[in-house]
């Protein structure tokens, strides 16, 4: 079985918004209601969405203008950070077999292909984490100053990240830990292998007024 995790915790603070970000319109359409829609064209694949629990009720309200599939997504309470929601989100599933991709909701332009890429990768590998390449020059700050890195090297982490089920499950009993930026950092401290797989430079995090403009540049396509 597969189930997918959709965190959606984000404020509109970078965003400049009174409105959360993953709430915000791109051409007519809420950016949390995109994203959706991708994974639930994924097949066998059940859908939670996890939310602050103040916005609930905007939720309903905004639910009832969309599709059966939309409106029947099993909502979760996030947490005070990233790790908190995702674990809570685990904590809604039931079965302890199977596997889960978890995705920022707001990286709307993430392609069918690629969700369902991760899907066979972990079924394999146990991990499937995306990935693109840095099309810039890197450097890193050292004691002595900065110096430069082999880019070739470098590999710039998106969302979905999928692991088999029981493993993130046990993966998220650590206690969390400020390095624990994504659940590929939880998982490799749970002492398990990540497995890259390539993605797309269109599946942007949508963070600021500027991704606001790519974002509805890129629904044109």
């Known amino acids: 079985?597969?189930?997918?995790?959709?965190?959606?915790?984000?404020?509109?603070?970078?965003?400049?918004?009174?409105?959360?970000?993953?709430?915000?319109?791109?051409?007519?359409?809420?950016?949390?209601?995109?994203?959706?829609?991708?994974?639930?064209?994924?097949?066998?694949?059940?859908?939670?969405?996890?939310?602050?629990k103040n916005l609930f009720d905007y939720w309903e309200n905004l639910k009832s203008g969309f599709s059966k599939d939309i409106q029947n997504v099993q909502v979760v309470e996030g947490g005070k950070t990233r790790f908190q929601s995702v674990k809570n989100g685990l904590k809604a599933i039931?079965?302890?077999?199977?596997?889960?991709?978890?995705?920022?909701?707001v990286r709307p332009f993430v392609s069918v292909e690629t969700i369902e890429k991760t899907f066979e990768t972990a079924l394999q590998l146990q991990s499937a984490v995306v990935y693109v390449d840095s099309k810039d020059s890197i450097r890193m700050l050292t004691t002595n100053g900065n110096e430069a890195v082999d880019r070739s090297k470098i590999k710039i982490i998106q969302t979905p990240q999928t692991f088999d089920l029981k493993l993130l499950k046990e993966a998220y009993l650590l206690e969390e830990k400020s390095t624990f930026t994504d659940d590929a950092s939880v998982f490799e401290d749970f002492g398990k292998t990540i497995h890259l797989v390539e993605g797309d430079y269109?599946?942007?995090k949508i963070t600021t007024p500027e991704d606001i403009a790519l974002a509805e540049f890129l629904m044109t396509f």
């Not at 039931?94 to 909701?105: C, Y």
């Open 1 to 52: 079985m597969k189930y997918s995790i959709i965190v959606a915790g984000g404020s509109g603070s970078r965003m400049k918004s009174d409105m959360p970000k993953q709430f915000l319109s791109i051409a007519g359409k809420p950016i949390i209601i995109i994203t959706l829609e991708k994974f639930l064209s994924v097949k066998d694949n059940t859908v939670i969405l996890v939310l602050p």
């Open 202 to 204: 269109s599946n942007i």
């Open 94 to 105: 039931t079965a302890d077999d199977g596997l889960v991709a978890v995705h920022d909701a």
